[in-house]
């Protein structure tokens, strides 16, 4: 007999999420070797800059070979340590966290939380804000190892905010509140609402308007807000106006710091997207809720953050000029590669949703169903997989409630394999649409007609 946990089906691997990750594994693509194998566009990891990191890392082996002044310090970092973290790499992660956010927020080292990446971070939030059969609401589409990291282990149940892209998904008091309706009618305890922003899969940052429902509804529910931050960094469109974080947002509403509102609001962020190393393993809770941070603390002793780690991070987060560089031409990078991949659709008859940040596009396929169901999109998806040679990752695993969206990650490949995918893709569209060639026509009307609709909720081709 095992638990129930090791019974359970929660975790969600058979989810086509990472289904297509496991048909990309049995055949990956490469140039020389496997020139029609799956390319990897289901995974969100940043590669654009790993140059920039190896360049720090050349300049400064006294920290690769964990020195300081010349003394080893193996001795030292290689005995157990304290689960509380090295002072010093608390300091430089909430210095950086404030950098992000335009220095317009401080953050209290003594308030974080260290762990071993953010999916053990929002699980270990979990753990401290709600009872096994309690709910948490999720805005959709949402990241689909929120599934993994709230309900497996946690217990957690998720009850959707249905979101639309009439309005490009944007969260509305009226979705808010029929969320929170749906979780009553399940007799469910609602205990809070997690968020992703900026957006995975939308790749958008929210805004003012969708902040400040979520407090008005946090505050009236008298419920908790965890705001997942993890693509804080990587906002590449006027990063100082475009990303708002919830500490920012709540600090602009002049809420009393005595209003017990400060301690529901929590911070989840890692050094896997802004900073391209998701095998270190950095992750971190930020809250004013003290019991929350000690009770999190205690737990982060079943998934700490190597000394070493800690060590060699606090020492390159510490060089200023290089961390502002690396974020500066990191932001460069990913908005360049981003248009590549809006242009390359666009040619093929191909939209995405606008956005600001992030690793992917959330690309609308709704044209190419056969009809308009979740049956015809995951054929379309398999289509993809097998047949074009793509792992994308099909909205539904995202729980869209709308048949025909997918999120297409662009940083994780180069861009040779990009242009490769894309070529894919024009040839694949123009096979299913008969009236691909009659858009293509229509595309030199559509660039001025494109001007006329800026504030459209789907990307438009970058002027060159």
Not at 350 to 366: E, P, Y
Request: proline share 4%.
């Amino acid at each position: 007999m095992l638990s129930r946990i090791a019974s359970c089906d929660s975790h969600g691997q058979d989810s086509s999420y990472f289904l297509g990750w496991e048909a990309y594994e049995n055949n990956p693509y490469d140039q020389l070797h496997n020139p029609s194998g799956i390319i990897q566009m289901g995974l969100a990891e940043n590669q654009l800059s790993f140059d920039l990191l190896e360049s720090w890392l050349a300049s400064n082996q006294e920290a690769v070979e964990l020195k300081r002044n010349g003394e080893s310090l193996f001795r030292e970092l290689a005995l157990f340590q304290d689960y509380h973290g090295f002072p010093d790499a608390k300091k430089e992660l909430v210095k950086l966290m404030a950098r992000i956010r335009g220095n317009k927020v401080k953050f209290d080292p003594n308030k974080l939380v260290l762990t071993a990446g953010s999916t053990a971070a929002n699980e270990t939030l979990m753990f401290c804000l709600a009872d096994p059969g309690d709910a948490f609401l999720l805005p959709t589409p949402y990241y689909p190892g929120f599934d993994r990291d709230l309900k497996w282990r946690p217990g957690i149940e998720i009850v959707p905010i249905h979101c639309s892209s009439s309005n490009g998904f944007r969260i509305t008091i009226s979705a808010l509140e029929n969320a929170y309706q749906q979780a009553q009618t399940l007799n469910l305890k609602v205990k809070g609402v997690l968020i992703t922003n900026p957006s995975n899969p939308l790749g958008t940052a929210m805004t003012h308007q969708e902040l400040n429902h979520l407090i008005n509804f946090s505050k009236s529910k008298r419920i908790h807000i965890v705001s997942d931050e993890i693509y804080s960094g990587t906002v590449f469109d006027s990063p100082s106006s475009s990303f708002i974080s919830i500490m920012e947002a709540v600090m602009d509403r002049n809420i009393d710091e005595s209003d017990d509102l400060w301690s529901r609001i929590h911070i989840v962020y890692s050094l896997s997207k802004d900073f391209s190393m998701p095998g270190f393993r950095v992750g971190m809770i930020y809250s004013n809720n003290e019991r929350v941070v000690s009770a999190a603390t205690k737990m982060s002793s079943f998934g700490l953050v190597s000394s070493q780690t800690q060590y060699l991070l606090s020492r390159m987060l510490s060089d200023k000029k290089f961390t502002c560089n690396y974020m500066k031409e990191n932001r460069k990078r990913l908005r360049k590669r981003k248009e590549m991949l809006v242009s390359g659709l666009k040619v093929a008859g191909i939209r995405c949703l606008k956005s600001n940040a992030g690793l992917f596009c959330w690309v609308d396929m709704r044209h190419l169903l056969v009809s308009n169901t979740f049956e015809a999109e995951k054929e379309l998806w398999k289509k993809i997989i097998f047949e074009v040679g793509l792992n994308i990752s099909p909205g539904s695993s995202c729980h869209c409630n709308e048949p025909g969206w997918f999120r297409v990650c662009f940083a994780n490949i180069t861009e040779e394999t990009l242009q490769v995918a894309l070529q894919r893709v024009k040839v694949f569209a123009k096979s299913c649409n008969p009236q691909m060639l009659l858009l293509q026509r229509r595309s030199i009307i559509g660039k001025w007609i494109s001007k006329l609709s800026s504030s459209s909720s789907y990307d438009q081709e970058p002027d060159r």
